[in-house]
């Protein structure tokens, strides 16, 4: 049996390192050594101490992934649901995404693989986009909307 308030230092000590989400501080809690129920107990004591928050977490990892990774909403939810997260706060996360910078990224996105892509009036080459961008978690009629803006410029 592992040291209850060692493991429990040693979690507040990862969490303000970095923002981490519960799940994650658990179970890593647990390959510390720690019984279940008392990785139950201890998550409660850091969201008690605001050493953990879920929704800190998510709307950080949403800014994160948008800014730095270009995922579109569908991969950031799927990455965040991963994290098992509540989904309430996940799809209030998902809201707070600014829609100007969000289609700007898409649009980044879209002129860059462009250039790569070449000519989009030959299917594939179309097709070459749209994957990239769907890969990247844009839904396709955001991707049509992006294509038909940039496209215009």
């Known amino acids: ?13 990862l969490c303000s390192t970095a923002e981490k989400c519960s799940h994650d501080v658990r179970t890593k809690m647990i390959s510390w050594g720690l019984a279940e129920q008392e990785a139950d107990k201890a998550i409660a004591c850091l969201v008690e101490q605001k050493f953990l928050d879920d929704t800190r977490f998510a ?4 800014k994160d992934k948008l800014k730095f990774n270009k995922w579109g909403r569908i991969k950031i939810g799927y990455a965040l649901r991963q994290k098992q997260l509540p989904e309430d706060v996940i799809n209030e996360a998902l809201r707070e995404i600014n829609e100007d910078a969000y289609t ?18 030959i299917p594939a080459n179309k097709a070459k986009v749209l994957r990239y961008a769907a890969q990247k978690g844009f839904t396709a009629e955001e991707v049509y909307r992006s294509l038909d803006r940039v496209q215009e410029h």
């Open 59 to 62: 709307r950080y990892f949403v």
């Open 104 to 121: 700007e990224i898409l649009d980044q996105l879209i002129r860059h693989k462009m250039r790569s892509a070449g000519n989009l009036n």
């Open 1 to 13: 049996m592992a040291d209850y308030d060692k493991i429990i230092t040693r979690a507040a000590k």
